[in-house]
């Protein structure tokens, strides 16, 4: 059974920092690219940062320099720090694995991220 598990949003000031983690079970992550997604109210889904099974990051434009996207191969797990947060970063947060055509297979259930003013 295909399992991926986000933790780590929350409430946070304009500026700050958070690291979210997004545990993964029943697939070959060593092998698979893996990446977040973000959806805000009202808004599409839409893709924050990926990583490749090799290690290369890649980012959207609105977060290069704030985001690091990260992974362990140990532990089945990708990260995302976020550092100096803003209002409009708020957002469900969604880690996905990908299949070899680089388009989500599987997802996590989402994690708020709500950054104020």
């Known amino acids: 059974q295909v399992q991926l598990v986000e933790s780590g949003g929350g409430l946070v000031q304009a500026g700050g920092s958070l690291r979210l983690s997004c545990a993964t079970s029943?697939?070959?992550?060593?092998?698979?690219?893996v990446a977040w997604y973000c959806q805000a109210p009202g808004e599409q889904r839409e893709l924050v940062a990926s990583?490749?099974?090799?290690?290369?990051?890649k980012y959207a434009d609105s977060v290069k320099g704030r985001f690091t996207i990260s992974r362990d191969n140990a532990k089945n797990t990708v990260y995302l720090r976020m550092n100096s947060l803003k209002p409009e970063d708020t957002a469900v947060y969604y880690c996905?694995?990908?299949?070899?055509?680089?388009?989500?297979?599987?997802w996590g259930q989402g994690t708020q991220v709500t950054v104020s003013s």
């Open positions: 029943g697939i070959a992550f060593r092998f698979k690219g």
């Open positions: 990583i490749s099974s090799g290690g290369t990051p």
């Open positions: 996905a694995s990908l299949s070899s055509w680089g388009t989500p297979d599987y």
